[in-house]
């Protein structure tokens, strides 16, 4: 028989454990609300375009590209700012227009950073919103504040601009220094072997592409004959930092590992990874697995390669269980090109396939397939499979995620389109201005409008088409999309609409 203390024992007992369940089921609902909290991922190709993948008609097999597509929401209207790469990722990490800022060009490899640290950027955004944020990739917004010394840390960088962890490479391939930098520092950096940089002139006694032809395993098309290493010569001259220089054909699987490797230690936190690959721009240097598996030379393997190791990001997420809470945005800095400095037979291997799809020009121009690049968004159970018409920039990218993570940013350039990226709507902007060397044009609704250019119709050695022209051109891209037939002269009342537009926008005349 129970005594009265006994009971009494049980009764508290049975409290305790009520409030310890309690607080229990508070914690797990507490922990299971920031679970919720999606990371973000955005996977950023290297002169992709358009027509290159498999899911816009493209002949070389790209699968997990298209696993991305047939999961997520295509976006058939996306844009890249830009028709070159600096502008393209100064404006996907700013929101604003890179025309604004004179400086926003193709840098040099020794270029002082591009952005402001004061200035507002994605990274920024995420990382107030409680996310880990790492860069891993290319990089080519510039270094420092002027004068860098390579063999000390180097700042300011994307550390200094919301990322907490950062592996690139300062500039591009085919740009010294051929190092990668982390975190600030140089990896595997010997101070007895200490590296130096010019874009003015070489360093006496090191070889170049001019006097020691022997010396390359990679020849040079055009501009491409500085400094050689690892047989390929480069724009740019650089001495030292042996022990430091990357192995070309490991590139894409190195920071492939660091991208894993900001997953699988990130998983129990939110995170936001801006994974910018290096591929396809030159010089395309395939690991040897990925050799001849295209059938279309080196640029087409390199493609092949870069789709593989999205493969492999993409299972990484799949084991961490991370797939239903991730968002992922797939697309180009700018549209193709296939000879761009170096003799890789990308021309004459590349047969039926089209890298510009039903587009006009590429990397470097005006018309539609400089701008114009594959857009995706995937988000597994959240996100409807599909495509959309709406028309979106990476620009827009600034406002919707921080409307994703409930942040306020400054008025930019960038428009909140959440809505339309997780496919809940169909609206898009309006209008966009789009930008190649400098030179502007306007997309509104399905109408181009660009300015007269002075300066060559045709790149020569790259052999695209720049959009120059000493007249207006117009084009209706719901029925022409391939910018054949100019209506400025027959439309005229569109083509005032248009100008109009432009120059309320651009401010000029």
């Keep these: ?12 007992s049975l409290v305790l454990l009520l409030l310890f369940s309690i607080s229990c089921s508070k914690s797990q609902n507490k922990k299971q609300a920031v679970s919720k909290k999606p990371n973000v991922i955005i996977v950023y190709m290297d002169d992709l375009g358009y027509g290159d993948v498999g899911f816009n008609g493209g002949k070389i097999p790209t699968p997990n590209m298209d696993g991305l597509a047939k999961g997520g929401l295509v976006f058939k209207n996306g844009y890249s700012s830009s028709a070159t790469c600096t502008p393209s990722r100064y404006a996907l990490l700013t929101g604003l227009y890179p025309w604004r800022k004179k400086e926003a060009k193709i840098l040099p490899g020794s270029a002082p950073l591009l952005i402001d640290v004061d200035q507002q950027t994605l990274p920024k955004i995420m990382h107030n919103a409680g996310y880990v944020t790492g860069i891993i990739g290319k990089w080519h917004l510039g270094l420092g504040n002027g004068s860098i010394n390579w063999n000390e840390q180097i700042t300011p960088g994307p550390n200094e601009l919301g990322f907490e962890t950062s592996y690139i490479m300062a500039a591009t391939q085919d740009r010294v220094p051929t190092v990668y930098i982390e975190n600030g520092y140089v990896e595997n950096l010997d101070k007895n072997d200490p590296i130096e940089v010019s874009y003015k002139e070489n360093f006496t006694g090191e070889p170049t592409a001019l006097d020691h032809p022997e010396m390359l395993k990679m020849k040079w098309h055009h501009t491409h004959n500085n400094s050689i290493v690892n047989g390929i010569p480069r724009i740019g001259f650089m001495k030292g930092g ?43 240097t395939p690991h040897p697995k990925f050799v001849g598996k295209s059938g279309m030379g080196p640029r087409g393997d390199v493609i092949v390669e870069a789709d593989w190791t999205i493969g492999q990001l993409m299972k990484t997420l799949k084991n961490e269980k991370l797939l239903e809470n991730t968002l992922i945005i797939f697309s180009s800095d700018n549209g193709p090109v296939l000879n761009d400095g170096y003799y890789d037979e990308a021309v004459e291997k590349n047969g039926h396939h089209s890298p510009w799809g039903p587009f006009r020009g590429g990397k470097y121009s005006l018309f539609q397939a400089g701008t114009h690049v594959p857009f995706v968004t995937y988000w597994k159970g959240k996100i409807k499979p599909g495509t959309s018409n709406a028309l979106v920039s990476q620009l827009d990218l ?4 921080s409307s994703l993570v409930q942040q306020k940013i400054p008025e930019t350039d960038s428009e909140n389109l959440l809505n339309t990226f997780l496919g809940k709507s169909n609206v898009g902007r309006e209008e966009i201005i789009i930008e190649a060397m400098s030179r502007t044009a306007l997309r509104k609704g399905d109408w181009v409008m660009i300015p007269p250019y002075k300066g060559p119709k045709v790149l020569k050695n790259q ?12 084009y209706n891209l719901s029925e022409d999309a391939s910018e054949q037939f100019n209506l400025a002269q027959s439309n005229s009342t569109k083509l005032n609409e248009m100008i109009e537009v432009y120059k309320i926008i651009t401010g000029k005349d």
């Design 242 to 284: 042996n022990r430091a220089k990357w192995v070309d054909s490991t590139m894409s699987k190195t920071f492939l590992n660091k991208a894993q490797n900001f997953v699988k230690e990130n998983k129990d936190k939110p995170f936001f990874m801006y994974y910018a690959l290096q591929q396809p721009h030159v010089p395309r």
């Design 463 to 474: 052999n695209i088409e720049t959009g120059n022209s000493k007249e207006y051109q117009l």
């Design 1 to 12: 028989m129970k005594t009265y203390s006994q009971y009494s024992l049980n009764i508290v």
């Design 398 to 401: 600034m406002a919707s995620l």
